[in-house]
């Protein structure tokens, strides 16, 4: 079984690294093909793994010793359980469809083989994450996904703004980075290990407030990732990079590691549920938040952007109120549908150059019926709709909430769940039903080659029944992962999940009534409301006029005042010193013999005298 | 009676001489001059200090002086001599063909 862990994991990197050798050739259509298949074998790998993990059997290699230093003893470990098998097999089923899509995406691109190149670098650094036995190889993927993520948002570097998104997302990241890290010395520092299995054992012992800290730093850590507030505005920039990186790296795998640290670290988190309440608070508000925004939008992949976070809210409600396994079946079901969504997303793009406003869309579905059908699919499977996945680990999550106790969170999620049926289908009903606006506009949109779409079913199957594998899902992760126990009445328990589903079928009837009869009138755009929204509650404006300009201007203060004036000077006058010696200097040298034996002579008096009268002190 | 500080009075003057005549002098042949009194003024300093302490180090050791100077002597003047052949003159300001 280790050989499958080998391949699983090293098999990316091998595509990566040999693609990368090409990455400045022109176009190469083996490149696509030869990186799709090492992530497939990467995928059959992970299958047969799950297969064979259960209850007393886990794969637990150690590669090397990796860093010992006195006491400090870090071995480069792998470990196969529950938890990083389900992970494993998300993340490398959603790369293997995004791989094959990313063949007829980047079709055109200069940059193809630069493009597989980056990707297969970020499923490795994705499995490294997943797969570590310990938290400073978690840190290490942590890492390897922000970079692989900066240089695909920044994939078409020459565009100033795709740029600036890359250092942006990377920035945020690295500030959240800071607190994870502060997590980990604090662990190390009480624990005096980095190895899973030992910090768990020893947690219990600790001091509750030692606890509390180190769930606090990790937690800023995950919010980086996951781009909770108020680190999330770069999520939505982040839309800058290729469509696959969005739907790969933005919604399926990356921004879930917050979730996925959080739920690995559940042991530490059910020690403090203060700090617990404290994340299904913040995820709560960030789920209405970011669906709020995604209301209003324009942006075909922002709009999906904003739900993704919002979703991610979700699943921080589920690991902040200690139901890890709901939390993790949510993170599932939700990269399969958001992915599918987003490589729908990018069909309509392609379909319509380029364009992502959906006011100039509508209409599409004579010209694009498959791809109309999946994102049709994928945006039921979100609204959760019985029977597809979202249905199932959604209600789920809601359950959580009442049954904790906490209505004003399950309020809060019922309201999102309304928000967010009804802008998953505002968007479909913009895009592919309506009135032909491309048609004045002059587009003329074409349905994506046809592998494109076979590659995207899978996602589409799983995005449909993926739901109804919850029991044997409980049964598995549960063996690893605390049980959340549910003291909920059963009929309450059907209550809520009619009440949810009544929610998400209104939200969905309400879009699709007023988008078939052409929106809401243009009015609607003078609103107070509608102006926050637009501009995302005004947020990025805030950190641009409130942290980067105050920033910018003390930095320029620092460069023309301290470093110029003072550090420079003080450089330049030593250097100039130096100079000027030798600058007078140099006439010494006159190529006169008899001037210089003088100087010599000069030299041997000096030397006597210092002799003579210079008595060191013994 | 004449004692060691005579001696090296004397040394300590052809000392000097010598090394006015360095820095002075600007013909070659002359320059050599004030060399062989600078080594000479020294081997009349080393003849008196080893007598004066009964040591005969100090007087092996201005042989070892006069071995030297003699042999540079002979390589320098040999120099000389060509170096007049080729340029005509035994000026010190002419021997400028390293400045840079």
């Given at each position: 079984m280790e050989t499958y862990l080998y391949i699983a994991l090293f098999a990316p990197i091998v595509g990566s690294l040999i693609t990368a050798l090409f990455a400045q050739m022109p176009k190469k259509i083996c490149v696509g093909i030869f990186t799709s298949t090492l992530i497939f074998i990467s995928f059959i790998s992970s299958m047969i793994l799950l297969n064979y993990v259960d209850e007393d059997q886990i794969v637990h290699v150690k590669l090397m010793d990796w860093i010992s230093a006195g006491n400090l003893s870090i071995p480069f470990g792998f470990v196969v359980d529950q938890v990083s098998v389900i992970m494993m097999v998300t993340v490398t089923l959603v790369s293997t469809v995004v791989h094959i899509y990313s063949i007829g995406y980047m079709d055109h691109d200069e940059s193809f083989n630069r493009f597989f190149s980056w990707l297969s670098a970020f499923v490795f650094s994705m499995m490294i994450l997943v797969m570590s036995d310990n938290f400073v190889g978690l840190f290490i993927g942590w890492e390897g996904v922000g970079l692989c993520s900066w240089g695909l948002i920044g994939f078409w570097y020459k565009?100033?703004?795709?740029?600036?998104?890359?250092?942006?997302?990377?920035?945020?990241?690295?500030?959240?980075?800071?607190?994870?890290?502060?997590?980990?010395?604090?662990?190390?520092?009480?624990?005096?290990?980095?190895?899973?299995?030992?910090?768990?054992?020893?947690?219990?012992?600790?001091?509750?407030?030692?606890?509390?800290?180190?769930?606090?730093?990790?937690?800023?850590?995950?919010?980086?990732?996951?781009?909770?507030?108020?680190?999330?505005?770069?999520?939505?920039?982040?839309?800058?990079?290729?469509?696959?990186?969005?739907?790969?790296?933005?919604?399926?795998?990356?921004?879930?590691?917050?979730?996925?640290?959080?739920?690995?670290?559940?042991?530490?988190?059910?020690?403090?549920?203060?700090?617990?309440?404290?994340?299904?608070?913040?995820?709560?508000?960030?789920?209405?938040?970011?669906?709020?925004?995604?209301?209003?939008?324009?942006?075909?992949?922002?709009?999906?952007?904003?739900?993704?976070?919002?979703?991610?809210?979700?699943?921080?409600?589920?690991?902040?109120?200690?139901?890890?396994?709901?939390?993790?079946?949510?993170?599932?079901?939700?990269?399969?549908?958001?992915?599918?969504?987003?490589?729908?997303?990018?069909?309509?793009?392609?379909?319509?150059?380029?364009?992502?406003?959906?006011?100039?869309?509508?209409?599409?579905?004579?010209?694009?019926?498959?791809?109309?059908?999946?994102?049709?699919?994928?945006?039921?499977?979100?609204?959760?709709?019985?029977?597809?996945?979202?249905?199932?680990?959604?209600?789920?999550?809601?359950?959580?909430?009442?049954?904790?106790?906490?209505?004003?969170?399950?309020?809060?999620?019922?309201?999102?769940?309304?928000?967010?049926?009804?802008?998953?289908?505002?968007?479909?009903?913009?895009?592919?039903?309506?009135?032909?606006?491309?048609?004045?506009?002059?587009?003329?949109?074409?349905?994506?080659?046809?592998?494109?779409?076979?590659?995207?079913?899978?996602?589409?199957?799983?995005?449909?029944?993926?739901?109804?594998?919850?029991?044997?899902?409980?049964?598995?992760?549960?063996?690893?992962?605390?049980?959340?126990?549910?003291?909920?009445?059963?009929?309450?328990?059907?209550?809520?999940?009619?009440?949810?589903?009544?929610?998400?079928?209104?939200?969905?009837?309400?879009?699709?009534?007023?988008?078939?009869?052409?929106?809401?009138?243009?009015?609607?755009?003078?609103?107070?409301?509608?102006?926050?929204?637009?501009?995302?509650?005004?947020?990025?404006?805030?950190?641009?006029?409130?942290?980067?300009?105050?920033f910018t201007s003390f930095s320029k203060f620092l460069w023309l005042n301290i470093d110029n004036m003072i550090v420079d000077k003080t450089v330049d006058m030593i250097a100039g010193a130096i100079y000027g010696t030798g600058e007078k200097a140099r006439k010494m040298q006159s190529g006169n013999l008899s001037s210089m034996l003088r100087w010599m002579v000069a030299g041997i008096i000096i030397l006597l005298a210092l002799a003579i009268f210079y008595r060191p002190m013994v | 009676m004449i004692g060691l500080t005579h001696y090296l009075v004397l040394s300590a003057i052809l000392f000097a001489i010598g090394l006015v005549g360095v820095m002075k002098r600007k013909n070659l042949l002359m320059l050599f001059f004030s060399t062989e009194i600078l080594l000479n003024a020294v081997n009349i300093g080393f003849v008196a200090i080893g007598h004066y302490y009964g040591d005969l180090s100090g007087q092996m050791f201005a042989f070892f002086i006069i071995a030297v100077a003699a042999s540079e002597i002979a390589v320098g003047l040999g120099l000389l001599v060509l170096w007049y052949k080729k340029t005509g003159s035994t000026d010190l300001d002419s021997l400028s063909m390293m400045k840079g």
């Open positions: 565009k100033h703004s795709a740029s600036w998104a890359a250092n942006e997302a990377f920035i945020m990241n690295r500030i959240a980075d800071l607190g994870m890290l502060m997590g980990l010395f604090l662990i190390y520092w009480n624990i005096g290990s980095l190895q899973y299995d030992i910090v768990f054992a020893q947690i219990v012992n600790l001091d509750i407030n030692v606890v509390t800290w180190i769930g606090i730093f990790l937690f800023i850590g995950a919010m980086g990732k996951s781009a909770q507030f108020p680190l999330h505005t770069w999520l939505a920039d982040a839309m800058e990079g290729p469509t696959p990186v969005s739907a790969l790296i933005h919604a399926a795998t990356m921004v879930t590691a917050g979730v996925y640290l959080i739920v690995r670290a559940g042991e530490i988190y059910t020690l403090i549920p203060d700090v617990g309440l404290f994340i299904a608070s913040l995820g709560a508000f960030v789920a209405v938040f970011a669906a709020s925004m995604a209301l209003v939008n324009r942006d075909l992949k922002r709009i999906i952007a904003y739900s993704t976070l919002s979703q991610l809210g979700y699943m921080f409600v589920a690991a902040g109120l200690g139901a890890y396994w709901i939390a993790l079946f949510h993170l599932m079901t939700h990269a399969f549908f958001k992915s599918l969504l987003f490589l729908g997303a990018g069909n309509v793009m392609h379909a319509m150059d380029d364009e992502l406003d959906i006011k100039k869309m509508g209409g599409l579905y004579s010209a694009m019926k498959p791809t109309a059908i999946l994102m049709s699919i994928a945006s039921v499977a979100l609204a959760g709709i019985y029977p597809l996945a979202g249905f199932f680990s959604k209600d789920k999550i809601l359950e959580v909430a009442f049954n904790n106790g906490s209505y004003f969170l399950w309020f809060a999620l019922f309201i999102g769940a309304g928000m967010t049926a009804f802008y998953s289908f505002r968007l479909v009903m913009l895009v592919f039903f309506g009135e032909k606006v491309h048609k004045k506009l002059g587009f003329n949109p074409h349905e994506a080659k046809p592998f494109v779409i076979y590659a995207l079913t899978p996602l589409a199957l799983l995005a449909i029944v993926a739901g109804f594998f919850e029991q044997s899902f409980h049964e598995f992760t549960t063996q690893l992962l605390v049980n959340y126990e549910f003291t909920l009445d059963h009929s309450i328990a059907l209550i809520l999940i009619f009440a949810t589903s009544a929610v998400a079928i209104s939200g969905i009837a309400f879009a699709v009534y007023k988008y078939k009869r052409g929106g809401f009138s243009e009015k609607i755009e003078e609103w107070g409301v509608y102006k926050l929204l637009i501009n995302q509650y005004y947020i990025p404006k805030l950190y641009k006029d409130g942290i980067m300009k105050p | -």
